[in-house]
């Protein structure tokens, strides 16, 4: 069974710009959360969706969003670029039933020049 | 929110020896997970365990909800066990789980030596 596919693997942007994020989900597997890692923050959640609904969301600015699509798959989008959003992007997947484990992808490494 | 503490915060070993990490909780939880991630970034689940004790090969885990507290048990190390051990955590709420959402402690970077 395939893992969790997160692309591309590497990143860099100039501030200002914008970024799409990609995350395949494991086969069957219909929710998708995403995190931030940085070294001084942590891990931190942004958001999980749910056959194409944000059920969750964390404590981000609205430069941040998202969206699932019809097979799972899902996407992020950071608009207008700040050097604080250099980081880990990573996502999970699983079942969405409730208290599940999370399965991770390899996450996305942002560079905001 | 939810605090979690992670000790010890690096902890450095000779091959061949066993180790305890530590994840304090200031709140009850319905669901605590501990991850290793590995040099390459990507987070490996290691136990899914709330409660109670788990063992897979070398590694076992222990939470004891009422106090607040999980450990993670490494015995006989090895190199490829380098990297950062994560403690994660959702707190128990009367409206149910917050989907998707772990909060995570701040890590423990274990170092193995040959």
């Known amino acids: 069974k395939a893992g969790v596919t997160q692309t591309p693997r590497y990143l860099i942007k100039t501030r200002g710009q914008q970024v799409t994020l990609s995350c395949s989900p494991i086969s069957g597997h219909r929710s998708v959360s995403w995190y931030q890692q940085t070294p001084g923050q942590g891990l931190q959640f942004l958001f999980e969706y749910f056959s194409e609904t944000q059920r969750n969301k964390g404590n981000f600015p609205g430069r941040f969003s998202g969206r699932q699509f019809s097979n799972s798959r899902s996407e992020m989008n950071v608009s207008t670029l700040e050097l604080g959003d250099s980081a880990l992007y990573l996502c999970?997947?699983?079942?969405?039933?409730?208290?599940?484990?999370?399965?991770f992808g390899s996450g996305t490494q942002l560079s905001v020049l | 929110g939810i605090q979690v503490e992670q000790s010890p915060p690096d902890l450095i070993l000779q091959e061949g020896a066993n180790s305890t990490l530590r994840c304090n909780f200031s709140d009850s939880v319905n669901n605590l997970q501990w991850f290793h991630q590995n040099p390459w970034g990507q987070l490996i689940n290691l136990f899914y365990i709330p409660s109670g004790t788990k063992q897979n090969g070398r590694l076992s885990a222990t939470t004891v909800a009422t106090e607040r507290y999980s450990l993670l048990y490494i015995s006989s190390s090895q190199t490829t066990d380098s990297g950062v051990y994560f403690c994660?955590?959702?707190?128990?709420?009367?409206?149910?789980?917050?989907?998707?959402?772990?909060?995570f402690g701040q890590g423990t970077i274990l170092t193995v030596h040959p």
């Open positions: 999970a997947s699983s079942k969405g039933q409730g208290i599940e484990k999370l399965f």
């Open positions: 994660a955590v959702d707190r128990r709420t009367a409206g149910g789980t917050s989907y998707g959402k772990l909060t």
